[in-house]
């Protein structure tokens, strides 16, 4: 409930104030003296200024945040795909400007205060929960932050946390809101709707070369060929220098001697059981059995089923009770019973239901499965002699492919492909080692330069080399006429679908019959029962659920489906308004949910309050600058 307003909860302001009040270490490192601070600032707002070092320091801050979500450090590229440095310079902005309302209103933080901070920062406790000043400098010293700079950036924090806990905490949301917005959430709607597809109307006729042309003209970059690469690598595993030929019989056969109880599968019996309350009455079943009555009549006597009496297969050795163990395999033959047994629960008499003997593979079976194991933990143990042998030559000159074959390793050349992993032909190369590793670092590499060799897991190396490069480029028409025509053909029967609905919804609008109109089409007017704002929907998709909740009971409209081929000619039939939800029905969490985002929006409005009032001034030249070192 309520995840219209959860969604609102996405304010740059909610986000700047979750990376201004927590302290992150877990970064690969940055610099609290990058450059000297001088008269100019990258950011002004009023007397406060923001300096090209913390530009700088906030930037490899957000570019490790961002990098621990994706799991990887973030390339120059990728940052400017994901834009830190426009959500730097918003936070820096914010923080600037928070700072000159408590400069102006001489907020402040006593040494006694701040020194309480540090020491309840978990960052810096030993195991036993305490502050530890060793940790504290460690912690610091792993991110490359002077004790000053902490200082100063944790003293910030706090003051600026006088600040917003001034203006937000304590709110609460009044309940005529709360249970506008439960009612609004939970409202539903029953709609009677059309689906219309490309059978509903006449085939688009081809286009001819002129209007194909132009169009492609208009949508070259769509077609366009992307940068493909020609790589030659080298994998060194394990695998790759086992030589299972190399295994002598003799070494195979004493393996498989030494290890033989691993090539035996124990004899396995599957076991029924009757237990009995006495002596008396397990002797009495005994002699019924003797005298001809079965196992099966037995468990029928006491009420019990086939189900009942089983208690599983097992080996001798893994049967819970050994005494019913040496019982159950004296047993000659499947189907028989053992005598009355004292069993840990009482007298039980048992059944063997199934015997499955005893088995051995011979060496011969498995030979070439030792082979193969004696061979890669003999190959585990030069791999790393392999690995430096192969440095050593290329190091002498050798080439990839020289290098590799005085290895006895073998080189695999791919023709083309591109950043995403696909040939020329768009099949993708499913079977590169560390794929993505290999292109992100193959598309980086000049061609012909030696790059330093790729992990594979934690014991395994692979080389490669770019030789040639085919440029990115625009293909011609005839180079994928089909896939334009196909594209095309596609915009143009949706466009001609969109322009039929409409004409549709028009003729409702003047008071046509959504059943007349599908009875013209051959088709069945179909309902959605109790359609929800939030909800999902296979048919309708977030489009046509919001086309459903624009207008009132009686509302028609035109959306697409949730597939975007299709269109979706609805009437809401009926609005469920929700009355009887109330403010009480709102569970606290969610009220204090609620109530913390309109505080955010307040913040929101405030931090744009005294930007304005301060002024903001940017020095995009000094900030590029900073980021330059």
């Known amino acids: ?31 609290g003296s990058i450059l000297t601070a001088g008269s100019n600032a990258v950011v002004s707002v009023g007397d406060t200024v923001v300096t090209p070092n913390e530009f700088r320091l906030a930037y490899d801050r957000q570019m490790a945040v961002v990098g621990r979500q994706i799991g990887q450090r973030l390339t120059s590229e990728q940052a400017r795909a994901f834009g830190i440095e426009s959500q730097v310079y918003s936070q820096l902005i914010a923080g600037a400007a928070l700072d000159e309302q408590a400069r102006e209103m001489n907020l402040g933080l006593s040494e006694d205060r701040l020194a309480a901070l540090i020491a309840e920062d978990p960052t810096f406790h030993d195991f036993n929960g305490r502050f530890d000043r060793g940790n504290f400098q460690r912690v610091l010293s792993s991110v490359g932050m002077s004790e000053e700079d902490y200082l100063k950036s944790r003293s910030q924090v706090a003051v600026r946390t006088q600040i917003v806990e001034a203006i937000a905490d304590g709110f609460e949301a009044p309940d005529a809101m709360i249970q506008t917005l439960a009612r609004y959430e939970a409202e539903t709607r029953d709609v009677d709707y059309l689906l219309l597809t490309k059978s509903n109307i006449d085939p688009v006729a081809a286009a001819d070369e002129t209007t194909l042309s132009a169009w492609f003209e208009d949508n070259k970059a769509r077609y366009a060929a992307p940068e493909y690469r020609k790589i030659t690598y080298v994998k060194l595993q394990n695998e790759d220098i086992a030589d299972p030929a190399a295994i002598t019989a003799e070494a195979a056969r004493a393996d498989y001697e030494s290890r033989k109880d691993r090539y035996t599968t124990a004899e396995t019996r599957t076991v029924d059981q009757l237990v009995f309350a006495d002596r008396a009455a397990a002797d009495a079943a005994a002699a019924a059995l003797a005298g001809g009555k079965s196992f099966d009549e037995l468990a029928t006597d006491q009420g019990r089923s086939a189900v009942d009496v089983r208690i599983g297969s097992f080996t001798k050795s893994s049967m819970p009770d050994q005494s019913l163990a040496d019982a159950a395999f004296a047993v000659t033959q499947a189907g028989g019973t053992t005598p009355v047994v004292d069993g840990q629960f009482g007298p039980v008499i048992l059944r063997v239901s199934e015997i499955k003997p005893e088995t051995s593979r011979s060496f011969a079976e498995v030979e070439p499965e030792i082979r193969k194991e004696l061979a890669l933990a003999e190959a585990a143990q030069v791999l790393l002699d392999v690995h430096d042998a192969y440095e050593d030559a290329r190091a002498g000159g050798m080439t990839l492919a020289e290098a590799a074959a005085e290895q006895k390793l073998t080189p695999v050349t791919v023709e083309a492909v591109d950043r995403a992993g696909r040939a020329p032909d768009g099949t993708v190369l499913r079977d590169l080692p560390e794929s993505q590793q290999l292109l992100r670092d193959a598309f980086e590499a000049e061609i012909g330069v030696e790059t330093p060799p790729l992990s594979i897991g934690s014991d395994g190396f692979l080389w490669f080399e770019v030789e040639d490069v085919t440029p990115a480029r625009d293909r011609t028409l005839d180079e994928v ?149």
């Open 1 to 31: 409930m309520l995840d219209t307003l959860r969604r609102g909860a996405r304010s740059w302001v909610a986000k700047f104030l979750l990376i201004m009040l927590v302290a992150s270490f877990g970064v690969w490192g940055i610099s």
């Open 481 to 629: 006429r089909e896939q334009v025509v196909a594209d095309w053909t596609a915009m143009k029967t949706v466009e001609a679908l969109g322009t039929k609905a409409t004409e549709l919804k028009e003729r409702m609008d003047k008071g046509a019959d959504l059943a007349t109109i599908a009875e013209e089409l051959s088709l069945a007017v179909e309902t959605k029962f109790s359609l929800n704002r939030a909800g999902a929907d296979a048919v309708f998709g977030e489009a046509a659920i919001a086309s459903a909740f624009s207008g009132a009971s009686g509302l028609v409209a035109v959306a697409d489906d949730a597939s975007g081929d299709n269109k979706i000619l609805l009437k809401v039939k009926s609005v469920n308004d929700a009355a009887s939800v109330t403010a009480d029905s709102v569970a606290p969490e969610q009220r204090a949910q609620v109530s913390q985002q309109i505080a955010d929006d307040i913040l929101d409005q405030m931090v744009a309050r005294l930007q304005a009032e301060y002024g903001v001034s940017v020095n995009q030249t000094l900030g590029e600058r900073a980021l330059a070192f």
